[in-house]
């Protein structure tokens, strides 16, 4: 790939090539989209039917220190009799 000379572009020339970049990298992005569909379509017929899910972001789960006094014995103690 060639080099480009960012700082001796105008700002037109700049622009067009934001353009251009966020255009072909558009375009990238469906082509792979639909590759990934349609792998997922042909990994369905394995098992359970593919569906889309959106990711998200885990829990914070609640450290067990938090959960007990610190005042508060560990194990039940006996009684001396």
């Known amino acids: 790939m060639a080099k480009i000379d ?14 251009n970049a966020t255009e072909k990298l558009a375009e990238k992005v469906a082509a792979r989209q ?3 569909e349609a792998e997922l379509e042909k990994l369905s017929q394995y098992g359970k039917p593919a569906r889309k899910t959106q990711i998200v972001p885990p829990v914070a789960k609640a450290r067990k220190s938090a959960d007990k006094k610190a005042d508060e014995p560990k194990e039940p103690v006996a009684k001396a009799a």
């Open 34 to 36: 639909a590759e990934l």
């Open 6 to 19: 960012l700082e001796a572009l105008s700002i037109e020339e700049l622009a067009s090539l934001r353009d």
